[in-house]
């Protein structure tokens, strides 16, 4: 008997070309902008030696992909990941293009890739790769402040951007805006406040914003607040564990399941995002965890009955195999790519409501942006007015306790003197780009009769403003 072929699995790129395409049906412009919006300008690959600790060579693969320069500079993360490759770059790109344009962060759309699994290398073996794939890279014209600005993702953090910034530097002398080469770097070395933890806390502004909409939450069947909402995590990295934190401690959310590479930790009374996270920094996972109940097979648990949950961990996870079986009322793709389209056809026929990458997780861009105008403009915010705003303040509290006789509570006087601080400025500026995108998406998908899910609308919205740029660009002959 004749064994049918298996439809082949679409990849990443095509699964978020499907996507935008089915939102471009919306858009009214010409074809032929609509195909150069969907393609990959451009694409490097890269090949490498480094020495390892032991003497032997090893050859290192990486790309960096642009996928739109229609605004400049590109923008866009690096992996480091052992099964990354050209495809899932270019998809990973592409999702920068329309994530820079819902929050208006003036970038094109980038993304760059090694193939290595990190924890098989020592930190000096790390570094050698960092700075062979920077020299490429810088080499090649995809690392500049003007051209393409990486950032970290998946494998990679503060120490390789500090890295990078090194090798721009010695490479460019010269160049006074050297910092803006890339973004995501230590504070102490021209970095920004609250970056590390921007992605995830741009996840809770999403969400918060989200249960400011009654319409929207009446879609997925859910009212109040966040207070109380049971929530499963997928992935307790650094966008992962900064969303639970926050939506834990401040927002009064029970994590009632965290999935890791491992298996998973369910309670339903709540899990401690802080004490789980301790416990896999220390003994590298969440198996043995004293509390909760441990789930070996851990992806299983994306199925739970729950109100929200929050893929945080890679691409592909829900797709036609469980889609079926999800239960949440609303998913926030704090990853990027985290559903198929396939798998996201079935939910939306399901009516379970998906907040969507491109807009859930463009926290990291944001701020990633402030750390860019910071580095250009050469200066910490609030450097210049923070004292003028602290001063002018304390007169207005005096003046209204000279008038009315009566002193003000320590608790109001406290938030009226809130520093002008970077941190204050950076979370700010977050939480207005996150609550107005959200707005835009929420509004389309309300007024446009033939949209029927916000990642619709996201892309939508996303399509209209970069076929705008072109347009007003005008196409160069
Ligand atoms: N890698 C992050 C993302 O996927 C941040 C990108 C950036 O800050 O440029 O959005």
Redesign the pocket.
Known sequence: MAIAPTKPRKSFSQSVNLMVERAMQHVNIPEGLKQQIIACNNVIEVQFPIVMDDGSVRTIKGWRAVHSDHRSPA???IRYAANVNQDEVIA?AS??TY?CAIVNVPFGGS?GGVKIDPRDFSESELERITRRYAYELILKGYISSGGN?????MGTGQREMSWISDVYRSMHPDDINHFACV??KPVANGGIQGRVEA?GRGVQYALQEFFRHPRDMEMAGLSGSLEGKRIVVQGLGNVGFHAAKFLQEEDGAHIICIIERDGAIIDENGLNVQSVRDYMDEYGGIQGYPEGKYVADGIKCLELDCDILIPAALESQITVDNAERIQARLIIEAA?GPITFDADEILRQRGIVIIPDAYA??G??T??YFEWLKNLSHVRFGRMTRRLDEYRMKQIIDAMELLTGKQLPDSVKKNLTLPTEELVMVRSGLEDTMRLAYQEISQAFHEQPNIHDFRTACFYISIKKIAQTYLDMGIWP
């Open positions: 923008k866009g993360g990973l999702l920068m994530k993304k600005v990486p950032a970290p993702d973004t995501g992605t990027n997780n463009a990291g861009v701020v990633s």
